[in-house]
Nanobody
Framework: VQLQASGGGLVQAGSSLRLSCATSGRSFSSYAAAWFRQAPGKEREFVGTISRNGINTFYAHSVKGRFTISRDNAKNTMYLQMNSLKPEDTAVYYC?????????????????????WGQGTQVTVSS
């Protein structure tokens, strides 16, 4: 599985940004997917995940209500819509996928459940 994140940039606080994650190498509908982020000097942290059927999502408390994950299995693409951005959202954002095919509604939330990673896209939010 190959993943490529894009859509990052420099925005002001309060703005919106949409990230995309293009996938290839395996049927996208066969696996869940997630977004993680890593700020300078910090560990990579979970942002949110979406089940392989796109019905269920789960978010970190820090982004819940502001970020929305969606997917288009026909286009092999996952999205992260980020609204009301804050300076503390500044990080490199990564998309990830597990090697395991979980049940359709399962939401893997742990870092160790993900085996494939995109290269990351930088999001910088200025105050």
């Amino acid at each position: 599985v190959q993943l490529q994140a894009s859509g990052g940039g420099l925005v002001q606080a309060g703005s919106s940004l949409r990230l995309s994650c293009a996938t290839s190498g395996r049927s996208f509908s066969s696996y869940a997917a997630a977004w993680f982020r890593q700020a300078p000097g910090k560990e990579r942290e979970f942002v949110g995940t979406i089940s392989r059927n796109g019905i269920n999502t789960f978010y970190a408390h820090s982004v819940k209500g502001r970020f929305t994950i969606s997917r288009d299995n026909a286009k092999n693409t996952m999205y992260l819509q980020m609204n009301s951005l804050k300076p503390e959202d500044t990080a490199v954002y990564y998309c990830a996928a597990p090697a395991t095919t979980y049940s359709a509604n399962y939401l893997p939330k742990l870092y160790r459940e993900y085996d494939y990673w995109g290269q990351g896209t930088q999001v910088t939010v200025s105050s």
